[in-house]
């Protein structure tokens, strides 16, 4: 611990007065989420929520991604070894309910590309504030996937039901000026001012009643919970029995094949 802030391998906390950032730091790999990656999300809301030295939180990511999803060996491996995702399952409810648990404004500072779990993670702050060059999507289902771990839960509350099934169904990418068109982020806005505008939206925030915004998102996340308790364990549950499934095995394969003749054909 230094001054307070623990250490993680793949995360990195830093403080500028009274806002925490949380980095999303593996930045060599999009910031893809590993087994320790889901561990340590896990955790970081919990010690940011009883933190006494912050009252507003911020999570990014490091280098030019926000976070490219699922890490490829890691879906390679629960894809070989299924029983080691029920594991990842656990860890995927209780990142869920540690963001919706944190009283504080969570801010996301969309840096750049959200896939998967990383838009999950994206789509449960309060506010999200995207590059233009960003784009966010969740293709579990290309990859023949449930999208349990969350995103069932939280795109529908964004941008209501009928659009949800479209983009979760077919898996497709939106531009950060379209996800603000159609409600599923908060602002779209030139890279160079990303950070003056999330500093600007922070600066508000802190210079805001404490107990009126933490109270005020609390009441407004109650039924979030709701809905996140009555779906997130069967979420999880048919996200395993796909992750089992003959669709996702092939999937894969066929990822890693792409990758193995990509690196095939770079000189040197």
């Given at each position: 611990m230094t001054d307070s802030i623990p250490t993680y391998g793949t995360l990195l906390l830093t403080r500028q007065g009274r806002r925490l950032t949380i980095t999303l730091n593996r930045p060599e790999l999009l910031n893809a989420c590993n087994l320790a990656m889901h561990e340590e999300l896990a955790e970081v809301f919990v010690f940011a929520a009883r933190d006494p030295h912050s009252d507003v939180v911020v999570l990014t990511g490091a280098g030019r991604a926000f976070s490219a999803g699922g890490d490829m060996q890691h879906i390679t491996r629960n894809a070989a070894n299924p029983e080691l995702f029920d594991w990842e399952a656990r860890c995927a409810k209780r990142i869920v309910f540690s963001m919706l648990d944190l009283d504080k404004p969570l801010v996301c500072r969309l840096n750049g590309h959200a896939v998967g779990l990383g838009a999950t993670l994206a789509l449960l702050c309060d506010t999200i504030y995207a590059a233009d060059s960003a784009k966010i999507g969740d293709p579990h289902v290309n990859i023949g996937l449930v999208a349990g771990d969350g995103g069932a839960a939280i795109w529908a509350q964004r941008i209501g039901l009928g659009r949800a099934k479209e983009y979760l169904m077919t898996g497709e990418l939106?531009?950060?000026?379209?996800?603000?068109?159609?409600?599923?982020?908060?602002?779209?806005?030139?890279?160079?001012?990303?950070?003056?505008?999330?500093?600007?939206?922070?600066?508000?925030?802190?210079?805001?009643?404490?107990?009126?915004?933490?109270?005020?998102?609390?009441?407004?996340?109650?039924?979030?919970?709701?809905?996140?308790?009555?779906?997130?364990?069967?979420?999880?549950?048919?996200?395993?029995?796909?992750?089992?499934?003959?669709?996702?095995?092939?999937?894969?394969?066929?990822?890693?094949?792409?990758?193995?003749?990509?690196?095939?054909?770079?000189?040197?």
């Open positions: 939106l531009t950060a000026a379209k996800a603000e068109a159609i409600g599923l982020v908060n602002r779209s806005v030139p890279a160079a001012e990303l950070d003056a505008v999330v500093d600007a939206h922070c600066d508000r925030l802190l210079a805001t009643s404490t107990n009126a915004l933490r109270w005020t998102k609390v009441l407004m996340n109650l039924e979030l919970k709701r809905i996140a308790h009555a779906v997130l364990d069967a979420g999880v549950a048919y996200e395993s029995l796909s992750v089992r499934s003959p669709e996702h095995r092939a999937a894969v394969q066929a990822l890693v094949d792409k990758q193995a003749a990509a690196s095939s054909r770079k000189p040197g």
